[in-house]
T-cell receptor, first 112, second 116 residues
Framework: DVKVTQSSRYLVKRTGEKVFLECVQD?????MFWYRQDPGLGLRLIYF???????EKGDIPEGYSVSREKKERFSLILESASTNQTSMYLC???????????FGPGTRLTVT | AQKVTQAQTEISVVEKEDVTLDCVYE???????LFWYKQPPSGELVFLIR??????QNEISGRYSWNFQKSTSSFNFTITASQVVDSAVYFC?????????????FGSGTQLTVLP
């Protein structure tokens, strides 16, 4: 079975803090993704990576950066957290066509 | 640009009723893939099914069935004899091989509540 783990289920941070969300997959797959999920908006893609050290912007990259130093690990970084980044963050992984993705359990981040 | 619309924000049914979740998509490509995911209260999205644009055959898996109609750009999901455990948010998603093929475009989701 595909296994995607995220470092925290719940996280509370203060405005201005640097926040790291980590995601690990055990399938040796190429593609990894970070989404945020907000009520009524569905899932929106922040960044994705199709190889080590490679990254591409998704639909809402502003305020975020990512790091992929190893194939199995994809980190999302909030350089200076703001209250409008309070959300559910979902990591996913996948490989090749037809591109279905498998998701981790999510991290609910609250920025106060 | 691709787009996925799930017009039903919330649906509530009583256990054992049948329920259909609607999904309408927009794409310019002739080759594409459609997906359904389930998100139970625990939060993790669970992959349910994938269809490609060349296969319009409907699919049934237990109490779940999917109706793909290219003529109306719809990919609807029916749960027969619903159960309380079916309560979840259901997302429809679209992927196109052209452009940034690795991306999925998700609909806004339908919250299904099955009452005992």
């Amino acid at each position: 079975d595909v296994k995607v783990t995220q470092s925290s289920r719940y996280l509370v941070k203060r405005t201005g803090e640097k926040v790291f969300l980590e995601c690990v997959q055990d399938m040796d797959h190429e593609n990894m993704f970070w989404y945020r999920q907000d009520p009524g908006l569905g899932l929106r893609l922040i960044y994705f990576s199709y190889d080590v050290k490679m990254k591409e912007k998704g639909d809402i990259p502003e305020g975020y950066s990512v790091s992929r130093e190893k194939k199995e690990r994809f980190s999302l970084i909030l350089e200076s957290a703001s209250t409008n980044q309070t959300s559910m963050y979902l990591c996913a992984e996948g490989q090749g066509a037809p591109y279905e993705q498998y998701f981790g359990p999510g991290t609910r981040l609250t920025v106060t | 640009a691709q787009k996925v619309t799930q017009a039903q924000t919330e649906i509530s049914v009583v256990e054992k009723e049948d329920v259909t979740l609607d999904c309408v998509y927009e794409t310019r490509d002739t080759t594409y893939y459609l997906f359904w995911y389930k998100q139970p209260p625990s939060g993790e999205l669970v992959f349910l099914i994938r269809r490609n644009s060349f296969d319009e055959q409907n699919e049934i898996s237990g109490r779940y069935s999917w109706n793909f109609q290219k003529s109306t750009s719809s990919f609807n999901f029916t749960i027969t004899a619903s159960q309380v455990v079916d309560s979840a948010v259901y997302f429809c998603a679209l992927s196109e091989p052209s452009g940034s093929a690795r991306q999925l475009t998700f609909g806004s989701g339908t919250q299904l509540t099955v009452l005992p």
